[in-house]
């Protein structure tokens, strides 16, 4: 079922539903309402540790509940978050953090130098940055409880940029009893120093998160708020995210003062929501966010790069785009490659086989000279995910039109997000495509891009192996200056076509749509500081 389709489905029975659901409120508790904001997420966070997704619906609850040492603001510049500040020594190898006084717990115990390094050790076995990172590490320390010492192999210069990243994974910081869980275990207890603290009794899997205001958390004293830096000030008590799959039915929600925010409006529900004089519709993100076809390179049919690259010959980023976004072009863009537009990594280094002409007659037979012999391909889709099954429905029809032995898998995001760490055949749990996105700020580079990464069964869920690619990301972070980071990005996209880590879709442009009476509101992610209700 594509996007229009979907909606005509739900439209009408939508607007009933959200009527006489349980999230209207009685008359008498809407006083009350303006200390609670009430925020319709994009999907559920189905896995409540961020350390074991890159899902941006989990690394957005994550930013409720922990915070990061440092934090970058709008215009990407790294600041101090949970430290006071560093002194760098031996030449770029021997850094020292200090803590800033007053960080505490969720659960009331001071944040100590001990907790951020057992929390950074579970972060760098999960994230790609931080995995490089750690190649680097000599020796990780608290020497006392305000204090976090590195001592380095060599120098790292982006080290403050690594420990504040915007996109998953994030390194936030946790208890140290918390953080030495298995990277790849959920932990047991959602205990941060943020903001907001998570109320696990109120969770409904499915169907709403809650978080408090935390009356321990010490905002960061000086600078302005901007998007991950700067004071944190939490204006309203209570947060909740309540799950609505269905766009009609959150739109009719918010149009009815159910609800205070919508993450991620459908683009056809956009023109209605405009019209709304008591609605903004903005957007937050100027980056977007980039399609991804993401392939499992440990099982048949695309183990085999000749396959992958037959596959992304027949790819066309405007169909897909348009699925999503529809036909207003200032909302997508195509012609993009492994990198973001707008970065000095972006290029147009064999562009052809994204650009040119599509032949799909072409690309099947290609397939079938490489070697299908009519394996099972299971494509995994989300229904209550709009924009990613959007691309899942394109996707599909691609695959059926190149002569694949399609599975349409369709599922819960939750049970998505759970599968894409199954590494078996499809008959056993496995998969053998998705479709996602990841926030365009996360290619801009190589740090933190981890589609790209070519590390096997370190690499993210696909686990793409590369070893050329590898050695070029190493070379990216040892080069001098900009210039050379450039030239070997320009190497990179070229490997990346003969590789195919992953197949890119294009550039989504998300706006969310929000009361007029809420203000404050942050450019970049949904954030739950800074904004106050009238």
């Known amino acids: 079922m594509r996007r229009r389709d979907l909606l005509r489905s739900t439209l009408g029975a939508g607007l009933g539903v959200a009527l006489g659901s349980p999230l209207a409120m009685p008359r008498l508790a809407r006083a009350q309402a303006s200390r609670v904001l009430r925020f319709v997420p994009q999907a559920d966070a189905a896995i409540l540790d961020p350390m074991i997704t ?5 690394r957005n609850h994550g930013f409720l509940i922990w915070d990061t040492l440092y934090g970058v603001d709008e215009k990407f510049q790294v600041q101090p978050q949970m430290v006071a500040g560093h002194t760098v020594e031996n030449d770029g190898k021997l850094w020292t953090m200090t803590l800033r006084d007053g960080l505490k717990f969720h659960d009331g115990e001071p944040v100590r130098g001990r907790d951020v390094v057992a929390s950074l050790k579970r972060w760098a076995s999960r994230d790609a940055f931080g995995n490089s990172l750690f190649t680097l590490v000599d020796e990780l320390s608290a020497p006392d409880d305000k204090t976090v010492r590195w001592r380095l192999k060599s120098p790292f210069p982006l080290l403050p940029e690594a420990l504040g990243k915007v996109g998953a994974i994030v390194a936030f910081i946790m208890p140290e009893r918390l953080a030495q869980t298995d990277s790849v275990t959920p932990v047991k207890e959602l205990i941060g120093s943020g903001p907001f603290k ?3 009794d109120q969770h409904v899997p499915g169907a709403r998160l809650v978080y408090t205001r935390f009356d321990g958390y010490v905002p960061r004293p000086e600078g302005t708020p901007s998007l991950l830096a700067g004071p944190k000030v939490a204006h309203f008590d209570r947060v909740e995210w309540q799950v609505i799959p269905d766009p009609a039915t959150a739109a009719a929600a918010l149009q009815q003062g159910e609800i205070d925010w919508w993450d991620q409006p459908i683009v056809d529900l956009l023109p209605k929501l405009k019209a709304n004089k008591a609605l903004n519709v903005e957007l937050l993100d100027p980056i977007g966010n980039v399609g991804v076809l993401r392939f499992n390179h440990t099982q048949p049919p695309f183990d085999n790069p000749a396959i992958r690259r037959a596959v992304l010959s027949a790819i066309s980023q405007k169909e897909f785009m348009s699925a999503v976004a529809g036909e207003d072009t200032s909302l997508w863009r195509d012609k993009v490659g492994f990198f973001a537009p707008g970065g000095i990594m972006a290029n147009d280094t064999g562009m052809d086989a ?5 032949d799909i007659a072409a690309a099947a037979k290609a397939i079938k000279e490489a070697g299908y012999k009519g394996e099972k391909v299971l494509l995994m889709a989300p229904g209550d995910f709009p924009v ?6 394109v996707a599909a029809d691609l695959f059926r039109k190149l002569g694949f032995n399609l599975d349409y898998a369709a599922m819960d995001w939750g ?3 759970r599968r894409m760490g199954n590494r078996e055949t499809p008959d056993k749990g496995g998969y ?8 365009g700020v996360t290619q801009l580079n190589p740090s933190a891009h981890n589609f790209i990464r ?7 869920f696909g686990w793409a192996r590369s070893e050329k690619l590898e050695q070029l990301r190493d070379s990216w972070f040892a080069a001098p200056d900009a210039a050379a980071q450039a030239r070997i990005g320009v190497e990179m996209q070229k490997q990346c076509f003969i590789d195919v880590p992953y197949v890119p879709l294009g550039v989504f442009y998300q706006p969310t749509a929000y009361k007029k009476s809420l203000t404050g509101m942050l450019k970049g992610l949904p954030l739950f500081w800074n904004v106050r209700g009238a």
């Open 54 to 58: 890159t899902g941006l619906v989990n």
């Open 198 to 200: 998570f109320q696990a």
């Open 354 to 358: 994204l650009n040119g002409p599509r």
């Open 388 to 393: 990613i099954g959007q691309m899942s429905e």
């Open 415 to 417: 049970s998505m997000l």
């Open 432 to 439: 053998s495509a998705f479709c996602t996105y990841s926030a």
């Open 454 to 460: 070519g590390s096997g069964d370190k690499a993210t």
